[in-house]
């Protein structure tokens, strides 16, 4: 498998038998640690992640100071704004993603829960039980609040973390694994229940080919890294999926709402996944709201990219726009841009989604109940919003404290995942002898 990671800056080149032992006494560690937080009590494991939260605070200003420094590499070698946005730290995001740890500790602990249950009429007695993963590897990029959301959800459901962030946020992830690390060992826990690898693309080929020593590999960041975790692996993949986002504004849509839900799903936060790439307008409604719409996208510095019916309303509107080209409607931008296009009726608005859509979130604005269920029905999106951002599809808006990412496909897990995500179940049954006869 060839890495889509970018590698620039791995002084650690290695070869791959060198890469396939490393990985594997990385593994073989967390399978340690991950037998040990199988066994932790409740109680142990959230005082454990307040603790950690705690260490992240403590260690804000060293955090940010690392963080700074890759930043400024990445300013250096072209990155572009969208990604540093997603690289940078402030003190108040260490705040927050210390809290999400707090968050989690409040939430109830997956572990032993009874998913269903019977006792068959030869007495024995039938539960199924929620259990860990037990070594889980993520591949990501440059968002470090995924190091910290990964180590907390791991330490909640039972399970050890081996990470493999990117490139770009090389020195940032290793100074949080090592507060995180150090702050574990302090309450008692292995430290190898979360893990850092940081060498080349040889360690990702290894870590997803662990097969038998890593249960599990969660991809996260752009389609590219995700293709080459899904297509090389051998050990299971959970496909977390880029976020080619639509809103669609319907025939029936209040329209100041409308503005509002389109305006925040693209800008609140345009370089993540859950951020709206494509705009749908019924034609009923298209003259009277595009011309709101593009001044309060323009206002907020969108680039706009329309086809024909939208271009022409920007024309006689004044907006300014660029006509769309077939590779637009299918982008993730990730940036302040946007597709927009007019439909004829909800079908053709449906089927563009189908033909242009990822599979993570899509968004209806009406007031007509009819056309809401049908394409909630008929949209084929791991979360379908009516009436709301597209930003809010998230684990911690969705009350799961943190999320180890979202899932767009449709075995084990799909959206958001949080702690049960990370689950998986064991059969218990107890008998007094029974046989079978």
Partial sequence: MTSTIDERDRSDVTTADEATHRVQAAASAARRAARRLAQLATADKNSALHHLADALVTATDQIVAANDIDLARGRDQGMPDGLQDRLRLTPERVQAIAQALRDLAALPDPIGEVVRGSTLANGLQLRQVRVPMGVVGMVYESRPNVTVDAAGLGLKSGNAMILRGGSAAARTNATIVDVLRTALVDDGLPADAVSLLEGGHEDVDALITARGLVDLVIPRGSDRLIQAVVQGATVPV????????????????????????????????????????????????????????????????????????????????????????????????????????????????????????????????????????????????????????????????????????????????????????????????????????
């Fill in 238 to 437: 959970i496909e977390t999926g880029v976020g080619n986002c639509h809103v669609y504004v319907d025939a029936a849509a209040d329209l100041d709402q409308a503005v509002r839900i389109a305006l925040n799903s693209k800008t609140h936060r345009p370089s993540v996944c859950n951020a709206a790439e494509s705009l749908l307008v019924h034609t009923a409604v298209a003259d009277e709201v595009l011309p709101a719409l593009y001044d309060a996208l323009t206002a907020a510095g969108v680039v706009l990219h329309t086809d024909e019916p939208a271009s022409r309303i920007a024309q006689a509107h004044g907006s300014a726009y660029l006509p769309v080209t077939e590779e637009d409607f299918a982008t993730e931008y990730l940036a302040l841009e946007m597709s927009v296009a007019v439909v004829p009726d909800l079908t053709a608005a449906i089927e563009h989604i189908d033909r242009y859509g990822s599979g993570h979130t899509e968004v209806i604005v009406t007031e007509d109940r009819a056309a809401a269920r049908r394409f909630t029905a008929e949209v084929d999106a791991a979360v379908v919003m009516v009436n709301a951002s597209s930003r809010f599809t998230d684990g911690g808006e969705f009350g799961f404290g943190a999320e180890i990412g979202i899932s767009t496909q449709k075995l084990h897990a799909r959206g958001p995942m949080g702690l049960q995500e990370l689950t998986s179940t064991k059969w218990i049954v107890e008998g007094d002898g029974q046989i079978r006869g």
